[in-house]
């Protein structure tokens, strides 16, 4: 009988890189904000807040800043990052809050880095990338595992709700469905529709060097090795 999956690869769990509110979601955090363009930035003051978007996975914390030095004409020379938040799988975008005036002063997020120690506090430990809908009225939405029930079927949970969802071999367009991709060494596409511990069985999207129905080893490392297909992870 097939092995189930490691719980590791569930939750997309974030151990320590973003301190207080990781809250074990995975993805990434803002580690700093960069300045650019021409600083001709004027009227702040000293812990004006700065916007952070949201994070992109389901119950990621956002991530907060201050302004926490100034130059001439009160211009903003330095910002730091108060919360560290979790959830990001790509820089969000950094505006001025209230204050002075930005003019051309640009803000850059820079995300926290993955050091792939496994255990320690700065390591992420990301888990499977599915999408799912949870909800008859939402629509199909990052999913992070909670729960497996089967070789096809999971507890997950979006940004709509919790739901057991099934592996389908096409886009998600029903509540109770969900999808996992996977893509060869040349990056061709297909569904998984069965994940093991060690092995998926894939349904063609657009890679032809496995059938429909053929039983595959599976991995994070991408490209995928020869005779692998890559599991998408954030």
């Not at 997020?109 to 799912?132: C, K, W, Y």
């Not at 569904?191 to 129905?213: D, L, R």
């Amino acid at each position: 009988m097939a092995r189930s999956l490691n719980q590791k690869y569930f939750g997309n769990r974030n151990i320590g890189t973003t301190g207080a509110g990781d809250d074990n979601i995975g993805g990434q955090g803002v580690a700093s904000i960069t300045l650019g363009g021409v600083n001709n930035s004027t009227g702040y003051a000293l812990n004006d807040p700065i916007n952070i978007g949201a994070p992109n996975l389901p119950g990621g914390v956002q991530a907060t800043a201050r302004v926490s030095a100034l130059g001439a004409s009160n211009s903003i020379t330095a910002i730091e990052v108060t919360q560290k938040g979790s959830g990001y799988t790509s820089a969000p975008a950094v505006t001025e809050s209230v204050g002075g005036v930005q003019g051309t002063l640009t803000f850059t997020a820079v995300l926290t880095t993955d050091s792939g120690a496994v255990g320690s506090s700065t390591n992420q430990e990301n888990a499977i990338t599915l999408f799912a809908k949870t909800t008859t009225g939402g629509t199909s939405q990052r999913a992070d595992i909670i729960r497996q029930v089967g070789a096809r079927r999971f507890k997950v949970r979006t940004a709509d709700g919790t739901a057991i969802c099934k592996l389908k071999d096409s886009a998600v367009s029903a509540q109770g469905e969900m999808t996992i991709t996977a893509t060869d060494t040349t990056n061709g596409t297909y569904f998984v529709t069965k994940i093991s511990a060690h092995k998926v069985t894939v349904t063609q999207g657009n890679g032809t060097a496995f059938a429909t129905g053929a039983s595959v080893p599976w991995t994070f490392v991408s490209p995928a090795p020869a005779g692998y297909v890559t599991i998408p992870n954030a």
